[in-house]
């Protein structure tokens, strides 16, 4: 009996000194992996990355609410397999899973700032990104592995306050790359996604976009008024604002078009009274060489053959 019990507690540290040194070869075999990744990133947006000196100072602030030292989980000895191949979480974790690998069960930890998705099929990298997987309520993460550039070795971080919402940076191994939304979105640290920004809540999207929509007056007999509102930028005719609900967003005329108020399009630019001098002429020389392209094509198209390849 005391031989046996003797024997099981070698085993418990054993399993559990393996239990960690499997964590350790598996998390940095993830990190080659990764880096992989960041090679491509790092050339794609190479420019980019000048913006940094200016965004540390504003990230000095969320690290300190990040690094508030929460309680470690609780090292588990890795459970049983029900099948040669699954993984499943470590009850109380949200980054901590079970890995059967042909019916042997291994602990393991998701990098810092993702999340152990058990409903993903066994072939697929079983952690994400928290858009991607909500944590249960009270369950666990990991304390964060912070950096100069990251709060977390691994997510996407809005930048800027909520009159400049456009910026967010990608955090990869704790090295992060700067990304600017496309005109006139925000940011959402709730989706991970570039959305309008009356749809992101910490963005005032008066103050970013700069404009406010005028009210519009109810009348008693109609009721609010109904559809869309649209109006053009004081600054920029090719510019203009959507209001909906009295929330706005941004909106562009492309090429050498601008914004008709009139009949709320884009139109040539020559034909908006607000536009400078320079689009408008651009725009005039645009269509006039349109009309004489569309015309020489007329032509060209009913003559014959022969007469075709006299002319060419
Ligand atoms: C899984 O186990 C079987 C039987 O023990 C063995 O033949 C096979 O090589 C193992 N496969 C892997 C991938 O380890
Ligand atoms: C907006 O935020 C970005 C990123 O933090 C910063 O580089 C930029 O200077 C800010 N712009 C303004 C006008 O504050």
Not at 194 to 206: G, L, N, Q, T
Request: aromatic letters at 10%.
């Amino acid at each position: 009996m005391k031989a046996f019990v003797i024997f099981a507690c070698v085993c418990a540290v054993a399993h559990a000194q393996f239990g960690s040194f499997g964590q350790n070869t598996q998390r940095s075999g993830q990190n080659t992996q990764r880096s992989g990744q960041n090679r491509n990133q790092q050339s794609a947006f190479g420019s980019q990355q000048s913006a940094f000196g200016n965004q540390q100072s504003a990230f000095g602030n969320q690290q300190n609410s990040y690094s508030q030292p929460q309680p470690q989980p609780k090292i588990q000895s890795a459970g049983s397999c029900k099948e040669l191949n699954e993984r499943y979480p470590v009850p109380g974790s949200c980054d901590r899973y079970i890995e059967c690998i042909n019916g042997t069960a291994e602990e393991k930890l998701c990098p810092d700032g993702l999340r152990f998705n058990p409903n993903l099929n066994f072939n697929v990298y079983p952690c994400q990104y928290p858009n991607d997987y909500q944590c249960l309520e009270r369950s666990s993460l990991q304390p964060p592995q912070p950096t100069a550039d990251c709060p977390n070795q691994f997510g996407y971080f809005k930048l800027g306050d909520a009159r400049n919402c456009s910026y967010f940076r990608n955090c990869v191994n704790g090295v992060g790359y700067d990304f600017t939304c496309p005109d006139g979105l925000a940011f959402s640290s709730e989706t991970y996604r570039c959305d309008w920004p009356d749809e992101v809540a910490d963005c005032d999207a008066e103050a970013f976009l700069g404009f406010r929509c005028p009210e519009v007056p109810i009348s008693r007999e109609l009721g609010p008024p109904a559809g869309y509102r649209f109006y053009r930028s004081d600054t920029n005719c090719q510019k203009y604002f959507l209001c909906i609900e009295g929330r706005p967003r941004a909106l562009a005329c492309g090429g050498d078009t601008a914004f008709d108020e009139l009949t709320s399009s884009c139109v040539a630019a020559d034909e908006v009274e607000a536009c400078p001098v320079e689009l408008k002429t651009s725009a005039a020389r645009a269509r006039k060489e349109a009309k004489e392209n569309l015309a020489l094509e007329l032509s060209l198209n009913s003559l014959t053959p022969q007469q075709k390849r006299r002319n060419y």
